[in-house]
C-alpha cells in the first residue's frame, strides 16, 4: 500500500478518476438527465481525451528541448498513466458520442460521408490507444523489448488522427474568432509542433551533419505566426474551413443578412421572431381561392360561407396549412359603413374552409380572409358579398375628436407617439398604444387574457379602398394561456403586403381583460 | 498544465444536443446550432438539420417539412424546412434562456415516396452576452496565448543555441 502511494502512475489514475467524477458532478447539476446531459458527457470526456493526449505528447519534446527543467525523472515516469488515461476517457467519450449520440453501429447508415471519416480516424487513434493501453504496464515493456518503443511511437499517428477528427467534428474547434478553447488548442499546438519541429532540427543535425539553426523550427514559427494574423486580420476568415461547421458559419451569417434585407426594412422590425412565423416560407407561391355563398343571402338569416384554396401554380387545392395566431384561417368580415366588424374562424370541411354566421343588415359586406398554406409565407385575400339590398351607402366615419372611448365596462384610450405616417408604418417605425381602464372606477385593467395568443388583436381599413391590415402586439412571445397583461397594449402596423396609404382608417383592436372579450372602434387618420 | 487545461474545460460553455441522430423509420437526421452549437438568447442562431434517408427515397422538396421549436411545452415558433442549402437550416432568435425543445416532422407531398417522421432534438440556450465584451475578452485571450507562445519559443530557441559555443571549444 504504501508502495502504491508513492508510486506517482497511481496519483495520475487516481487525478483521472477525479476529473471523471467531477465532469459528472459538473454536468449533473447544469441540466437535467437526459439527452443534453449525454451530449455535454461526449463534450466533455472528448476535450479531456485529447488534454491528456497532449500532455503525454509533450513530456518528450519539452524535456529535450529544455533539459533543465525539473521532475523529469517522475514526469517521464507519469506519462504512461497519462497514456492509460486517455484510452480511459476516449472509451467514455465512445460511449456517450458514438453510442449516445449516435446511436452506435446502427446509426452509421444514416451519417454522411463526412462523419463517418471523422469516425473512421478516430476508431483508428482508439485502436491505437488500445494496444499503447494495453502495453503500458512492466511486463510488457519487458516482454516486447524493442518493439515496445516501436509500437508506442504509434502514438503520434493517433495524435495527427484525433487532432482530424477534432477538427472535423468538434464544436469548439470551428471557430477561432469566437472559440476561446479553439484559441488554445490552436497555441498549445502550435507549442508541440514547434517543439517537435526542434527534435527534427537536431536529428539532421546530429545524422546529417545539417546545421538547421533556421529549419523545421523557424518555418513552423513562421506559420503559426502566419495563420495567426491571418484569423486576428478584420476581414480574416475565423472559420478553420474542413469542421462541418465551417459551411453552416457562411449559411448563418448569409441567413442573418437575408432576414434584415427581407422586404426591404433595414428597422428594427425582428423578422425572425415567433410573431412573424407568417413570413417565413416561400415567397414566391401564390394562391387562388374560390369563395362560395347563397345567390341570395338575407339579413339576419344563417348563411354558410365557404372557401376553398388552390395552388396557382399547379391547380391542386391546398390541404396542408400552418397555424396562424392559434387558427388555420381567420375571417374578418366588415360592411360597407364599417360599423360592423366580425371575426370569425372557419372550419376545415372536406377541404374548405366553412362557416356558418348571420349579417345584420342589408347591404354589401367586405370578407378578409388570413391563412398560411403549408410551406408558404401567410396570405391575405378580400371577397365581397352582397346582403338582402345593397344600397349606396359609403364609409362616412370622420376621424374620432377624441382618443378614449367607453366600450361597455372598459375606457379604452389611443396613444401614437406622432402624428401617424404612412411611409413610418409602411416600416415597422410607428406603434399604437392603447390603455385599458374599468370604466367605473377609472383603476388601471392588468388582467388582460391572451386571445389567439396575442393580447390583442387589431384590424386596420381604409375607407377609400377598403384595404386591410391585421396587426399583432409588439410584444413578440406568444404567451402562455395563464399569462396576464395590461393596462397597455402596442401594436406594431407593418406594410408586409405592400406600402400603407394615407387615409381615414378604422380601427377594430379586439382586448379580452378577465375573460371578457370586446371590440375597441377607432377612427384615425393617416397622413 | 494538466490543472490549466481542467479548468478552462470547466469554464468552456457547452450546451446544445448538437451532433445528436435522431432516427424515425429509415430517416435520420443530425442537428448543428450556429453559433458554436451553443445559442444564446436574444441573438439570431441558426438550426442546421443533415437529413439522410436510408433508402434514399427523401427529398426534401417532396416534403412538408415542419420545425417546432417549444418551450415548457409551448409552441414558440412554427416554420417550414425548405430545400434552402445543401444543409438545410431554419433561423430563430431564441427569446429567453432556457431549455427548449426542437422538432423536425415531415411527410411527403405525395403518398408513398418516403414515410412521414417526427424527429426531436433538445437544446440549452443560454443568457444573452453582449457582443463588444466578448469581442474584447477574445483579443485578451489572443494576446496572453501569443505572449506564451512567443515566450516559450524565445526561452528555447535561447537555452537550444546559446550555451553551445562554450561547449564545443573544449
Known sequence: MHALLRNVRFHVLCLTGLVIAGVYLRVGSEVPEGPLQVSLLAQDFGLLALGFLYISLLVSPLYEALPTLPWRGIVTKARRATGFSVFILACFHLAYSFFGELGGFSGLPFLDNRYLFAITCSGTALVIVAMMASTSFDYMVRRLGKWWKRLHRLVYAAGVLLVLHALLLGSDFADLATSPVAKVAFVLLAILLFLEALRVDKLLERKYQVVARFGFSAVVVALVVGLGAQYLAPEGSASLGINIHSAHIQLAQQAQQSATSAFGFSSNVNLNSPAYAGLRGDKTKRYTVSFSAPAVVKAGQPVQLAFKVYDASSGYAVSSYSKVYSQYVHLV??????????????????????VTTALPADGLYHLYVNYQPFGAIEQQQAFT???????????????????????????????????LKASELSVGSQTLTFTIQDAATGKAVTDLRPYLEAFGHLVMIREDGFDYLHVHPNNLTIPAASDLSGPTVTFLPLGLYGPIHPGTYRLFAEFNPAGHLFVADFTINVQ | MKYLLIILLF??????????????????????????????????????????????????????????LSSDGRVVSQQPLTDNAATPYVSYTFPAAGIYQV????????????????????????????????????FLLWTLLGAIFVAIVGYVAWSRYEPRKPRSRH
Open chain 1, 333 to 354: 368580415i366588415v360592411n360597407e359603413k364599417l360599423d360592423y366588424f366580425s371575426h370569425i374562424h372557419p372550419d376545415f370541411v372536406n377541404g374548405s374552409f366553412v
Open chain 2, 11 to 68: 469554464l468552456a460553455p457547452s450546451v446544445a444536443q448538437a451532433h445528436f441522430l435522431e432516427r424515425d423509420g429509415t430517416i435520420g437526421a443530425v442537428l448543428h446550432i450556429e453559433p458554436g452549437d451553443a445559442p444564446v438568447a436574444g441573438q439570431s442562431a441558426t438550426l442546421f438539420f443533415d437529413l439522410k434517408d436510408t433508402k434514399g427515397k427523401f427529398q426534401l422538396a417532396n416534403c412538408q417539412c415542419q420545425i417546432i
Open chain 1, 385 to 419: 358579398l352582397a346582403v338582402g339590398t345593397v344600397g349606396s351607402e359609403a364609409p362616412a366615419q370622420k376621424p374620432d375628436n377624441t382618443q378614449t372611448k367607453t366600450f361597455g365596462d372598459y375606457k379604452v384610450s389611443l396613444q401614437t407617439s406622432a402624428p
Open chain 2, 103 to 138: 422538432e423536425l416532422s415531415g411527410f411527403p407531398y405525395v403518398a408513398g415516396d418516403f414515410s412521414k417522421f417526427d424527429l426531436k432534438w433538445q437544446t440549452r440556450v443560454e443568457r444573452g452576452i453582449t457582443t463588444s465584451s466578448s469581442n474584447k475578452g477574445g
